[in-house]
T-cell receptor, first 115, second 110 residues
């Protein structure tokens, strides 16, 4: 079964507008963490934001915020005021477990920001 | 610093040749280390992980193997490469609640 689902292969947004990238997850573990990474064409994986399963508030990091809806098992990434440099692949990932923790990735969403 | 060093950045190898990709990490000792592979236009697939020297767990059956001869060294190997081994290989380490990735090796098997 797919642990992390990203249903949007590609998204387009105009510069300065906000965009939401969808992510749903599946786990029976009460302790987990959710991550978003950005991968530009260079291939490096850039950490954007983290949400723990017990965190009461949605995580925010600058222009990035994570819309965490635990009951729906969704962890959407919101990018406000998009910039041309935001064009990249975006991956949602989940870490499960307490003792040893593996990071499992979704298939990614390619975001293109136009001027 | 939790820096990860991976080399080489790109590699073109013929089918049937051996492979050795090296990853070394800085920072706290005894890190959890991971090898991921990313096929073109796809997500990251976990190949191997290691919780300590000599301790390797494989996630998927494949033509590759991994070793951890030193605390901060993680090596990905193959005795005979297949065309299907082409991809982007990333080494990662876990720290606190996060994960840091190396810059990756783009392997093309021809």
């Amino acid at each position: 079964a797919q642990k992390i689902t990203q249903t949007q292969p590609g998204m387009f947004v105009q510069e300065k507008e906000a965009v939401t990238l969808d992510c749903t997850y599946d786990t029976s573990d009460p302790s987990y963490g959710l991550f978003w990474y950005k991968q530009p064409s260079s291939g490096e994986m850039i950490f954007l934001i983290y949400q723990g399963s017990y965190d009461q508030q949605n995580a925010t990091e600058g222009r990035y915020s994570l819309n965490f809806q635990k009951a729906r098992k969704s962890a959407n990434l919101v990018i406000s005021a998009s910039q041309l440099g935001d064009s990249a692949m975006y991956f949602c990932a989940m870490r499960e477990g307490r003792s040893f923790q593996k990071l499992v990735f979704g298939t990614g969403t390619r975001l293109l920001v136009s001027p | 610093s939790q820096t990860i060093h991976q080399w080489p950045a790109t590699l073109v190898q013929p089918v049937g040749s051996p492979l050795s990709l090296e990853c070394t990490v800085e920072g706290t000792s005894n890190p959890n280390l991971y090898w991921y592979r990313q096929a073109a236009g796809r997500g990251l697939q976990l190949l191997f992980y290691s919780v300590g020297i000599g301790q390797i767990s494989s996630e998927v059956p494949q033509n590759l193997s991994a070793s951890r001869p030193q605390d901060r060294q993680f090596i990905l190997s193959s005795k005979k490469l297949l065309l299907s081994d082409s991809g982007f290989y990333l080494c990662a380490r876990q720290w606190n609640y996060g994960y840091t990735f190396g810059s990756g090796t783009r392997l093309t098997v021809v």
